[in-house]
């Protein structure tokens, strides 16, 4: 056969081609289903047209006469009876919601009708695409060149103050418009027509994840069972677990291509439907929660479900029983980490592409960059940049200004916006300290307002359950019965975040050196109090702080706190040796408490065994900056005894010389897929380098300087660690370090 020969399959069915005689109101010929939808051009021809015949479809083409009074391809499921095997369930705690109260979904039947379908039939990749298993964590993004631009963003969607709104570029128009008869612009600019066929195919694969789902049930149990949610809170994700499953369970099971496309396609109706629509001051969280699964299933929803997974693969140890099982082959953590992160960076890939913002968008944002920056390299630009487009993303919604209850926004809505906000913030501004770079987010055009005190049982709470709930709070909105929640933690962010950004602002900044030690002054002054009237049960003492009767993930709480408060002046103390040329007294003293509260962690460790990428955060961000004043401060005594520091604070030798063995031991444990891996490398071949020139013969014998150099000593360190204007190796390699922090508040 030639290049131009006729393909033999095409040639009975050309021969056969007349054009349609179906014509539309004005005239023009009507054109086939496939093509219509499509927003194609076809030929007009029968029994298929050119377009259907080339693809293969041509059971799809038919020339409807009335299309637009068709029926929808994916009809509403009619009563049916209750399947035989009862719902996949999430077992709560006594805070959350009774199951007696979970709303009950029908299950979906799935229409099989070729004709009248939209849906195309070429194959869709299966759950081994390149998508979900490929060694990159970016998925591939869709190949549309038109995408339709959406409106929703704007402060007027979100209900939120427009104090600020007269500077925008569309301010006058707004102000003026009423009174001449123009409507604001719609905001409902999406239809089915925007959704791509690639798009339907590429949810699809991501819809084949949740084959998985009564084992992501068990990982979404067993996280909820030790941590506490910050913005998703466990009676959300029960209620939208129970109605994925309860509604899409013969799709999930059944695996089917052209099913898990049809179910792709009905998400997909559903996310370009405006949020707002779903919201007025009396919507209830369980009408809101119900209403975003089974068959109002959205791709933030399924989203949010596989940042949950994520988080928890990453924070349990390979040892883990959820992981290992006598009947199946031992769960890959970190693939399994992988997998969904990739899944859930394909929902927020698909609401970038048709820009649909929302609160759910908002939340799902929030916890792929926690579980994105527990995977990523500390320090790395994946991680920074993961930040950023979530500060981008609370500005343009407009988080930044009040928020408060309206004729849009119930209650609930309004409690986890200032949690979500709070908490971004404060992650903004400890990413900002741990790279030394300015923050994206600041107090002069941020308006922060702290979330009231309330447990999850009582934020899904209405009517006078909710108004006992509130009157159950203190003047200043915090719990009385003692609690540690993430609600109560995300109250201290707010605090401690303008404290480090004032830090931030003096240390990045080119002020005067009387500047400098006046700031210093203040900040210290207003740190020791906001930590002085933080409630008594958030400052327990070191010694009794890992009291067992706490659930451990209080414990974390506190530990947060406490290194949050210790971190402030650690900071202040290294900008002023910095700036204004102080003596090292003071960050000595903080870096010992700093040193044996991260000693207190190592010994206790059991405790925490759940969190690992927190306690290894805590070793990154407070454990190796502390450890290393230490270290090179005691080389500097041994190498000259007769120095001001020595003789004024001397260190315990051999103390000190055990825990810093101890630690090192410690961050040698840490495995390479952590995210905290090369940073912990890096300081412990640094700790480890200056136990080795302490312990050797010459240094053993107390030379001086001179000859610990001479006589093999490293003389890298052989320069005062803390003398103004010549700062020793560490303080080149600690200005060197890149210290990202990305938020540990965040478990979703």
Not at 327 to 337: E, G, H, I, Q, Y
Not at 674 to 698: E, Q
Request: hydrophobic share 35%; charged share 20%; net charge negative.
């Amino acid at each position: 056969m030639t290049r131009t020969a006729f393909p033999g399959r095409l040639r009975l069915t050309h021969q056969l081609r007349r054009e349609t005689d179906v014509r539309r109101r004005n005239g023009k010929l009507q054109s086939c289903e496939p093509c219509r939808k499509g927003k194609l051009r076809c030929d007009h021809m029968m029994p298929s047209c050119g377009r259907c015949t080339r693809r293969n479809k041509q059971e799809q083409c038919v020339y409807h006469p009335a299309p637009l009074t068709k029926p929808n391809a994916l009809p509403t499921p009619e009563t049916t009876e209750a399947d035989d095997n009862p719902p996949l369930l999430v077992s709560s705690s006594g805070q959350n919601v009774p199951v007696s109260t979970t709303p009950t979904f029908p299950p979906f039947e799935v229409a099989h009708e070729p004709q009248t379908s939209s849906l195309r039939t070429h194959n869709v990749p299966t759950a081994s695409s390149s998508l979900l298993t490929s060694t990159t964590r970016d998925p591939p993004r869709p190949t549309d060149s038109h995408l339709p631009y959406s409106s929703q963003s704007t402060g007027a969607f979100w209900g939120l103050s427009s104090s600020t709104e007269f500077i925008s570029h569309s301010a006058i128009l707004a102000e003026n418009e009423p009174s001449i008869g123009i409507l604001p612009p719609s905001t409902e600019g999406l239809t089915t027509s925007n959704i791509s066929q690639t798009h339907i195919d590429k949810g699809a694969v991501i819809l084949s994840l949740l084959k998985d789902l009564p084992q992501f049930e068990m990982y979404v149990e067993k996280w909820f069972s030790f941590a506490r949610g910050a913005i998703v809170i466990e009676p959300m994700m029960k209620i939208w677990m129970v109605g994925i499953w309860s509604t899409w369970r013969k799709v999930l099971e059944g695996q089917k291509p052209e099913d898990l496309r049809k179910m792709s396609e009905k998400v997909w109706i559903n996310t370009i439907k405006p949020l707002s629509s779903l919201l007025n001051r009396n919507t209830s969280p369980r009408e809101f929660c119900t209403a975003t699964t089974g068959e109002g299933l959205r791709w933030e929803i399924i989203g949010l479900i596989l940042d949950t997974v994520g988080i928890m693969a990453m924070n349990l140890s390979d040892g883990d029983p959820i992981f290992c099982s006598h009947d199946d082959f031992t769960v890959d953590r970190s693939a399994l980490a992988l997998k969904v992160y990739n899944g859930s960076d394909g929902c927020i890939t698909f609401c970038n592409d048709l820009e649909i913002i929302n609160d759910l968008y908002l939340w799902l944002l929030y916890g792929n960059t926690v579980l994105a920056n527990s995977m990523s390299a500390k320090g790395g630009y994946r991680s920074w940049q993961k930040s950023s487009a979530l500060a981008s993303a609370l500005l343009a919604c407009g988080l930044h200004q009040k928020i408060e209850v309206n004729d849009k926004t119930p209650f609930f809505i309004t409690e986890i916006r200032k949690r979500l906000f709070v908490c971004s913030y404060n992650s903004d501004k400890n990413s900002s300290s741990f790279n030394g770079r300015p923050p994206r987010m600041t107090r002069q055009y941020c308006q922060l307002q702290l979330p009231l005190d309330l447990t999850d049982a009582q934020l899904m709470a209405e009517g006078h359950e909710l108004e006992s709930a509130l009157a159950s709070l203190d003047a200043d909105g915090w719990n009385t019965h003692g609690g540690v929640m993430h609600c109560t933690f995300a109250r201290i962010f707010a605090s401690n975040a303008l404290i480090l950004e004032e830090i931030l602002e003096m240390s990045l900044g080119a002020l005067p050196v009387d500047e400098v030690v006046r700031r210093a002054a203040d900040i210290e002054a207003r740190a020791i109090q906001a930590w002085e009237n933080i409630p008594p049960f958030l400052r327990l003492e070191d010694k009794i702080i890992w009291d067992r009767r706490r659930a451990p993930v209080e414990l974390l709480f506190l530990a947060h706190t406490r290194l949050g408060d210790l971190e402030h002046h650690f900071l202040l103390q290294r900008t002023l040796i910095k700036k204004a040329g102080t003596d090292s007294t003071k960050l000595l003293s903080v870096a010992r408490d700093m040193f044996g509260f991260i000693l207190l962690l190592l010994n206790n460790r059991e405790v925490l065994r759940e969190f690992q990428s927190d306690v290894i955060h805590m070793y990154c961000m407070s454990g190796i900056p502390s450890a290393a004043v230490i270290a090179v401060e005691l080389l500097h005594q041994e190498q000259d005894p007769t120095s001001a520091s020595a003789i004024i604070n001397p260190l315990p030798r051999s103390d000190t010389i055990q825990d810093l063995s101890v630690f090192v031991s410690c961050l040698g444990s840490v495995r390479p897929e952590n995210g905290g891996y090369a940073i912990c490398d890096r300081g412990r071949r640094f700790l480890k380098k200056v136990l080795d020139t302490i312990l050797s013969p010459a240094s053993s014998a107390g030379v001086n300087s001179t000859s610990s150099v001479n006589n093999g000593g490293d003389p890298s360190f052989t320069t005062p660690l803390f003398q103004t204007g010549s700062d020793g190796d560490f303080v080149r390699w600690l200005e060197s370090m890149e210290w990202d922090q990305e938020s540990w508040i965040n478990f979703n």
